[in-house]
């Protein structure tokens, strides 16, 4: 299993920006994608950005496109999304996941994955 552990999370005004992290350790060798999901309370996880582990590869969803950065720190077993000009809408819980299987391209569905982090809370006010 992979463990997954995110920080960076917190309360920004809108318009600012944040860097999520999320540390990956265990069987680090096993991770082929490294994707970051968001889910409001009531609604289903959303796709947000993905990475392959090589960092050769990466996918955003649409609706977040030209504001998000993923990338990959491979020394640190690390995954960044970075976030600009925050929008209210866009707080919610953050989650990292790992996939430890090979696929064609970055998958986005969230059942795709196998590991979690716990999530954390980014607040964005007005």
């Known amino acids: 299993q992979v463990q997954l552990v995110e920080s960076g999370g917190g309360l920004v005004r809108a318009g600012g920006s944040l860097r999520l992290s999320c540390a990956a350790s265990?069987?680090?060798?096993?991770?082929?994608?490294m994707g970051w999901f968001r889910q409001a309370p009531g609604k289903e996880r959303e796709f947000v950005a993905g990475?392959?582990?090589?960092?050769?590869?990466?996918y955003y969803a649409d609706s977040v496109k030209g504001r998000i950065t993923i990338s990959r720190d491979n020394a640190k077993n690390t995954v960044y999304l970075q976030i600009n000009n925050l929008k209210p809408e866009d707080t919610t819980d953050y989650y990292c996941?790992?996939?430890?299987?090979?696929?064609?391209?970055?998958?986005?569905?969230?059942?795709?994955?196998?590991?979690w982090g716990q999530g954390m809370q980014v607040t964005v006010s007005s």
């Open positions: 996941a790992a996939r430890r299987w090979m696929s064609a391209g970055i998958a986005s569905g969230p059942t795709a994955y196998d590991d």
């Open positions: 265990g069987r680090t060798f096993s991770i082929y994608t």
């Open positions: 990475v392959s582990w090589s960092g050769s590869s990466t």
